[in-house]
């Protein structure tokens, strides 16, 4: 590193963002209407404008973006237009970005033709770099970090990075990586919490990690702003920013902002205690209600997963019933700030199992063979053969999700529930 | 079951037709063809189960040989209770049956079919009494009452079927997938998917079609730039070749204007516009000389007029005289002609004068005008008596119409009060009103008296008859009464009277009233008292009242009668006392009353009419003197002013004659007079001024004719003899004429003197224009004016010549430019040719229009590119694209495991079934299969019916499976047998064993499988009462070897029952 002429009596701050995959599509939804569809598709650029709006209105000094700006498996120039559109607006009030690529946006997905404007400096691929940033003429900071070159980077960066001097300024580091290993997200740049420690930054500002969270908070402070705007039910909860402030002595002190502008809700209901459909729409209004009340003009997507064991089951089991049930809440308009997305039945029904094994019948053969079914590899196999046709065929494969093992359990208990629920029913009807 | 008696009535052929002593177990009915076989199992089926509808007429079986259509079954139960079923056809169908049991009851429909189990007719039919016909095909077991009685007694299930599970299964698989299909949900989605991703992928180009437009935009901007460098290029070629053509005249021009200017004389410089200063000059020096000439003429001219002019000089001394004379003239005019005026105005002045005196009086004339006084306080005198008569003649006649007034009013009373006394006079009433009223009072008292009169009348009468009666019996015995004394009663009578009047007089009548009726009630009160309460006394004349005994009775009634005696004389008197002052004589009766009522009521109205009138006159009489005494005043004072007046008129007269003055004349007329003396001093007045006036006019007059004389005399002039004015005003006309000539004298001397200045100055001009002529002259390089005009022209034309040069260079500059590139272009210029020129312009338009038609091309493809930059800029499409992909994928993937559910369900389902089919059939497809294992000798050892299917496979020894359609025509008949068989057998153990009905059933077995079934009918005899018809011999023995105990009923015979 350079000898620096910083100064240590100013004071700065940022914005650190990540992951905000502009022009990624909402995953995980069965259905949605034209308007809730029109907001779904701006929600990424709506939160985005929303860090752009904040960091003017916070005045702070650079924003920090560290990786997966867009999807480059999607190309969406849209998605690359809209960006330099709000760098330019920083530009014009005078606040830098540096940019940090990721495995989503590496260098080489850009486009060639976009103008970037003036004060958005951007880590090279092929090697670590470093800006300092000035102000009134001193240098407050110095960010380094490298971009990635091409999609899938596995290699530490870290070991790239220079250490920082005892003279050096208040020090950044700006990467996309991922701390440990299982960490449920694809291995790009694995590093480890040492690794960053060694580096002796002040600050680290990654990228990567969805999910929000304080790697740790001090000496350095490494911290993951998670996305901005959650995509998809895995991703519920608050989304936003960093916004973090660093006096004249190097403290720093951060503020979680929360950006995002459509946010998931994964509620679950159980049906033991609802004897009629109406108590169950009462209480998903209620419970849409109270969700509603505390969105902060955010639109809120609710999945309900119904469960436990009820005699409401019979009637949910039914063709159509959970259709009806989530277009009669849709239209009783609840609220307009939440869409209740689906209705997932996980419910089983209140039939004595065990009473059914003991009998001798068909009926007590079928619950007999499920059993076995799910106890025995080999018919495992065989059903998993049985379900080839869709899952195997060359046009399936290329959009469908492979069943795995996992959920095999599962589809079997939803077969049992089939075959009850129309022998039995008709049967307790006979009876 | 069992049947123990068959009698037909009338069926088919058979009349009075009956099969007795049935038994259990097996019967055989042999006979032959048309012996009624099939007839006898119909009548069967019609007893237990109706007739058939009259539609199928082959079963209907009508009475062919006579008989009702019908007959009877006699039956005996499982538990030996015997009924008999009767049934004829009738008009109603239903309830055509009776059902009569041993104890009596009898039954239907109801009782037959609980008899029979429930069981259903076509189960009946199909599976207990059936023929060839039924046992050869398969649908007959395919009811769907017996199926569901076969098949699915075996799931647990109930009705559910288990088959419409499967199909639903399946339909419900095939509805999300089908691997080849486009119709199934999944498969739909998937096409959609991949047409949405082919849309995005076309999207996901936009990226690399931006670059690639940017970078065709930069190419086209580079093409663009250079056709325009080439165009500016040749545009500055073709510039520069339209300069040189354009400038190509000027060119020619400037070369032949120097050749010309090279042979033109040279001449240094020349005065511009030579010539016309010339031609001025030589033109100003003629206007010169001209002007001289004229000048000496006009001096001449002068000079001549100034001989002939002639001024009076005299006349012309006297000027201002005659001037003064003059202004004065008019005034000469006017007062000769006012002075004849006057005269006559001074004369109707005085004639005015005198008749005003006259006016006055005959011995007024001006002396005495002059001595009249006629100050302001004599006039004043004069109006304040006037003033003061008209006051005091002012209220006298006041006082005299008040007067008037008052009388008037007194008038009109007297002639009220006049006829108000006819009026009183009139009415002729002689009595007054307190007489009327106490005759109305008595008037109502006695009207008030007169019932009680009566009624004490009849109260004596029958007192008397009864004293009568009593006195009869027993002795009257007289008694005096002492009467207690009656006067207070009187007395309280009168004070009730006294108190009305004064209740009447002094306006309270109405206690009067009160008063009155009260003391008359005591008065009775009084009287009656008395009466009743004096003791009971003997002859007495004294009247103390010493009483006798008497018998009590009579005495009451003798007391009573004297009594109301007393009581009825008193009334009496008192009526009378009222009549009378009624004017009755006597009591009168009511209706008199009433009358005398009327009267007194007019009476008393005329009384108070007459009073009102009176009261009327004491008032007018009253008013008048009131009036009277009013008018008093008014005549004293009218008096006064009489008095008054006559003592003013008085002292006037004495006044008038003090002023000599007419004492009859009034101030009035004194005033006139004094008007009319002021009149006359003002006449006076008038006429001394107008003396005056004429006096001096003629004054003046004669003044001025004097004036005039001497000027005359002064001037040498002779009076025209007309008018003094006249010969004035011609000496005026003469001096003025005199003035003019001075005048002109002197106006002509003055222009003489100028004409002279102007020809010197005129001279002096023409020698300075000589001067400048010659300084022209030489100034042009000439000493005349030809030269100089040649020289003009020369110089002209160098001008001309210079001028065009330079206009040429000027034009050739102005496209050149100037200094270096002028040169250049001069060098062109003189290079140049000009056909060559217009090739090479033709040659560079050529190529513009390429160059142009190429750049707007150019400019063209790069704003295409420009708006699909923008396009793909603003194309959003993709992302709702990916959006809609990624839901579909969603419900793709909750589908999928739909799918993957009932795939399962499916796997399940038909394991299920398997197991079904292997280990749980229906028990009558087991008891069949014991049947039909020994009807086929072995060789099918197992049935079975796929779960809810109608199909029926068997499976023979060596485990082949074959469907019906894969056996033979008689095994088909041994399976169809052995499921009615498994049937019967298997609802026999849960039921009543109904009778069995074979119609020629094994006809077509061979003889090992005839035997087998012969066994099976055995088995089934066992259960069951089996009625078995052929007309096979045979069949008959193999039944009977089979079943030794069977009956064997020969039908043959059996009409002879």
Not at chain 1, 64 to 88: E, H, N, P, R, V
Not at chain 2, 3 to 18: A, K, R, T, V, Y
Not at chain 2, 266 to 285: A, M
Not at chain 2, 440 to 466: G, H, M
């Amino acid at each position: 590193m350079e000898n620096s002429e910083a100064s240590i009596n100013n004071t700065f701050s940022f914005i650190h963002t990540a992951d905000l995959h502009l022009d990624s599509p909402f995953t995980g939804i069965t259905k949605i209407d034209p308007k809730i569809g029109t907001k779904l598709i701006k929600s990424t650029f709506q939160a985005y404008e929303t860090i752009i709006d904040l960091c003017i209105e916070k005045k702070v000094d650079f924003l920090l973006i560290a990786g997966d700006i867009y999807d480059s498996a999607d190309k969406s120039l849209y998605a690359q237009l809209k960006f330099i559109s709000g760098l330019k607006k920083l530009s014009n009030a005078g606040i830098s970005t540096y940019i940090a690529h990721g495995n989503h946006d590496p260098l080489n997905s850009w486009s060639a033709s976009l103008e970037w404007p003036e004060n958005v400096f951007i880590m090279n691929g092929d090697c670590v770099n470093t800006f300092s940033h000035k102000k009134d003429q001193t240098i407050v900071t110095r960010i380094t970090g490298i971009s990635y070159l091409h999609q899938h980077i596995t290699s530490n960066l870290t070991k790239n990075f220079p250490h920082k001097e005892e003279d050096d300024p208040f020090t950044i580091g700006l990467l996309h990586c991922t701390i440990g290993s299982n960490t449920g997200h694809e291995p790009y740049a694995p590093c480890t919490i040492q690794d960053l420690k060694d580096l002796k930054y002040d600050y680290l500002a990654l990228g990567h990690i969805h999910t929000t969270s304080i790697v740790n908070d001090s000496d350095p402070v490494i911290i993951y702003p998670g996305n901005p705007q959650g995509l998809h039910p895995g991703e519920p909860g608050p989304r936003g920013c960093y916004h973090v402030t660093v006096d004249q002595n190097r403290s720093i002190s951060t503020e979680f902002i929360e950006t995002d502008n459509i946010r998931w809700f994964i509620e679950e209901i159980s049906i033991e205690e609802i004897p009629t459909e109406q108590e169950l729409l009462d209480k998903i209004i209620d419970r849409t209600e109270s969700i509603a009340a505390n969105t902060n003009d955010r639109l809120a997507i609710c999945r309900y997963i119904l469960t436990g064991r009820g005699p409401l089951h019979t009637t949910l089991a039914k063709e159509g019933v959970l259709d009806d049930i989530v277009t009669h809440l849709r239209e009783e308009e609840i609220s307009n700030s939440v869409w209740i997305e689906q209705l997932v039945d996980n419910s089983r029904s209140l039939i004595d199992r065990n009473m059914l094994l003991n009998r001798n019948d068909f009926t007590g053969d079928i619950v007999r063979l499920i059993d076995e079914l799910s106890v025995h590899e080999r018919s495992l196999e065989s059903i998993e053969k049985s379900l080839e046709p869709l899952f195997a065929s060359t046009r399936a494969k290329k959009v469908l999700k492979k069943i795995d093992h996992e959920e095999l359990p599962d589809l079997i208990n939803q077969a049992e529930d089939i075959l009850l629920n129309k022998i039995i029913i008709e049967d307790e009807h006979e009876h | 079951m069992n049947i123990e008696m068959i009698h037909i009535d009338g069926f088919g052929q058979f009349n009075q037709m009956s099969i007795n002593d049935l038994q259990p177990g097996l019967t055989i009915f042999k006979g032959n063809n048309e012996a009624g076989k099939s007839t006898l199992l119909s009548f069967i089926r019609c007893m237990l189960f109706n007739f058939p509808g009259a539609i199928s007429a082959s079963k209907f079986y009508p009475p062919l040989t006579g008989g009702n259509h019908g007959g009877r079954l006699v039956i005996t139960t499982d538990s030996n209770e015997r009924c008999v079923i009767e049934r004829y056809t009738g008009k109603k169908k239903k309830n055509n049956v009776r059902v009569t049991f041993d104890n009596g009851l009898i039954g239907a429909d109801a009782e037959l079919s609980k008899l029979l189990n429930y069981m259903d007719i076509d189960i009946f039919n199909n599976i207990y009494a059936f023929g060839l016909d039924e046992l050869q095909r398969f649908e007959t077991l395919n009811n769907e009452k017996i199926r569901a009685n076969i098949y699915s007694a075996g799931t647990g299930t109930g009705r559910v079927s288990i088959s419409d599970v499967q199909k639903n299964l399946k339909n419900s698989v095939e509805e999300l997938y089908k691997k080849r299909g486009r119709n199934p949900r999944i498969n739909q989605m998937i096409s959609s998917i991949e047409d949405m991703d082919k849309q995005i992928s076309d999207i996901k180009n936009d990226p690399a079609r931006y670059d690639s437009l940017h970078a065709d935009k930069q190419v086209i901007s580079n093409t663009i730039n250079l056709l325009k460098d080439e165009r500016s290029n040749i545009q500055k070629e073709l510039n520069h070749i339209h300069d040189l053509i354009s400038i190509w005249d000027d060119w020619k021009n400037l070369q032949d204007a120097q050749i010309n200017l090279r042979d033109l004389p040279e001449i240094e410089d020349f005065p511009e516009k030579g010539v016309d200063i010339l031609e001025r000059t030589l033109e100003k020096i003629r206007d010169v000389e001209e002007t001289i000439l004229l000048l000496e003429e006009k001096s001449q001219n002068n000079k001549a007029q100034q001989e002939r002019i002639i001024i009076d000089e005299e006349l012309l001394a006297q000027r201002d005289t005659i001037m003064d004379l003059s202004n004065g003239i008019e005034k000469y005019r006017s007062e000769k002609d006012i002075l004849p005026e006057q005269n006559q105005k001074l004369k109707d002045e005085d004639s005015i004068f005198l008749e005003l005196l006259n006016d006055l009086g005959p011995k007024w004339d001006e002396e005495t005008l002059n001595r009249f006084d006629r100050s302001i306080p004599a006039k004043e005198t004069v109006i304040q008596k006037r003033k003061l008569i008209d006051e005091v003649k002012d209220q006298i006649e006041k006082l005299q119409i008040h007067l008037t007034q008052v009388n008037l009013d007194i008038k009109k009373i007297d002639d009220d009060i006049n006829r108000i006394n006819e009026n009183i006079d009139s009415t002729t009433v002689t009595i007054t009103y307190e007489e009327i009223n106490r005759k109305l009072e008595a008037l109502r008292n006695l009207r008030q008296k007169y019932p009680i009169l009566i009624e004490k009348e009849s109260e004596l009468k029958n007192i008397q008859k009864e004293e009568a009666f009593v006195t009869a019996v027993q002795p009257a015995i007289t008694q005096s009464i002492q009467k207690a004394p009656i006067w207070p009663a009187g007395v309280m009578f009168l004070i009730g009277i006294i108190g009305f009047i004064y209740g009447y007089y002094s306006g309270i009548i109405l206690f009067g009233i009160v008063i009155f009726i009260l003391l008359c009630i005591s008065a009775v009160a009084y009287y009656v008292s008395t009466k009743q309460n004096t003791p009971i006394s003997g002859e007495n004349t004294n009247g103390t009242g010493i009483s006798q005994e008497e018998p009590k009775e009579v005495r009451n009634y003798s007391n009573l009668r004297q009594q109301l005696v007393d009581e009825i004389t008193l009334l009496k008197d008192l009526m009378l006392n009222y009549a009378n002052l009624c004017g009755f004589d006597n009591i009168p009766e009511p209706a008199l009353l009433e009358k005398r009522d009327m009267e007194l009521q007019e009476t008393a109205y005329a009384i108070k009419e007459l009073s009102g009138l009176q009261d009327e006159c004491n008032k007018l009489l009253k008013k008048r003197d009131e009036l009277t005494k009013e008018s008093e005043e008014p005549k004293k004072k009218l008096y006064s002013k009489q008095q008054s007046l006559l003592s003013i008129d008085t002292e006037w007269k004495e006044w008038l004659l003090s002023y000599n003055l007419d004492p009859t004349l009034s101030p009035e007329s004194i005033l006139e007079i004094f008007s009319t003396i002021r009149s006359c001093y003002e006449k006076q007045k008038t006429i001394f001024t107008l003396k005056s006036q004429i006096n001096t006019t003629r004054s003046s007059i004669h003044t001025y004719e004097e004036k005039i004389q001497t000027l005359l005399k002064q001037c040498g002039r002779i009076p025209c003899g007309l008018s003094f004015d006249m010969d004035l005003q011609k000496m005026r006309d003469d001096v003025e004429g005199a003035l003019n000539q001075t005048q002109q004298l002197n106006q002509l001397d003055n222009a003489y003197e100028d004409l002279i200045r102007d020809l010197h100055t005129a001279k002096n001009r023409c020698d300075n224009l000589n001067i400048e002529l010659s300084d022209l002259l030489s100034s042009g390089h000439s000493d005349n004016e030809d030269i100089f005009r040649k020289n003009a022209r020369i110089w002209e034309m160098r001008l001309e010549l210079h001028n065009e040069i330079q206009n040429s260079i000027k034009h050739i500059r102005k496209v050149s430019g100037n200094g270096e590139l002028y040169d250049n272009f001069i060098g062109d210029l003189e290079k140049a040719n000009i056909f060559d020129l217009k090739t090479d312009e033709e040659k560079y338009k050529d190529r513009l229009e390429e160059l142009d038609d190429e750049l707007s091309n150019n400019l063209d493809d790069r704003g295409a590119i420009h708006n699909k930059i923008e396009q793909l800029e603003h194309h959003e499409e993709g992302s709702k694209l990916r959006m809609e992909k990624e839901i579909q994928i969603e419900q793709l993937h909750n589908r999928s495991r739909n799918w993957a559910a009932l795939v399962i369900a499916q796997q399940i389902l038909n394991k299920a079934i398997e197991i079904y089919e292997k280990e749980r059939q229906p028990a009558v497809i087991t008891e069949a299969q014991s049947f039909f294992t020994n009807f086929t000798a072995g060789r099918y050892k197992r049935i079975y019916s796929p779960l809810d299917s109608a199909d029926i496979f068997v499976e023979d020894r060596d485990g082949k499976v074959k469907g019906i359609d894969q056996l033979s025509k008689v095994t088909k008949e041994q399976l169809y047998l052995a499921l009615r068989f498994g049937f019967i057998r298997y609802f026999g153990k849960q039921s009543e064993a109904i009778p069995i009905v074979f119609d020629e059933i094994l006809v077509n077995f061979d003889p090992v499988r005839s035997q087998n079934a012969g066994n099976a009918i055995r088995e089934l005899a066992a259960t069951n009462q089996i009625l078995f018809f052929t007309c096979h011999p045979d069949t008959v023995k193999i039944l009977t070897h089979a079943s030794p105990e069977a009956q064997v009923i020969d039908l043959d015979n059996c009409y002879e029952n």
